[in-house]
């Protein structure tokens, strides 16, 4: 059973940056998709972005929202994915969840019914 552990929220005013941590206990050599999604209170989970571990050149996606301001990385002998989040904005305020699911396809999707492993869930609170 593969674990996802998730740190690194927390709260900030606007403009703030966080950076948020995900750990699996599944090191990175079996290639995986990892993701970033979110929910807010009343709101569908979304997807923030991904990163598929088996790519050299961190194989990345970002939804429009999060583009240019979030940046999702990878430390392999950490077995850990980091999203580094800048010029935070009260409607990033949300619960984030990290989820991971094995993947040779070299292509992430934001498609939670792929995702098999979910962490529990860090708030990032935002205010203006």
């Known amino acids: 059973q593969v674990q996802v552990m998730e740190s690194g929220g927390g709260s900030v005013q606007t403009g703030g940056s966080l950076r948020l941590s995900c750990r699996v206990s599944d090191d990175f050599s079996t290639d995986k998709c990892v993701a970033w999604f979110r929910q807010a209170p009343g709101e569908e989970r979304e997807g923030v972005a991904n990163?598929?571990?088996?790519?050299?050149?961190?194989?990345?996606q970002y939804r429009d929202s999060a583009y240019g301001r979030f940046t999702i990385s990878q430390d392999r002998e950490k077995n850990t994915v980091y999203l580094q989040m800048d010029s935070l904005e009260p409607r990033d305020t949300a619960v984030y969840y990290c989820?991971?699911?094995?993947?040779?396809?070299?292509?992430?999707?934001?498609?939670?019914?792929?995702?098999?492993?979910w962490g529990q869930g860090t708030q990032v609170t935002v205010s203006s």
């Open positions: 990163l598929y571990t088996g790519s050299p050149y961190d194989r990345t």
């Open positions: 989820a991971v699911h094995v993947s040779s396809d070299w292509f992430c999707s934001f498609d939670k019914t792929r995702y098999n492993y």
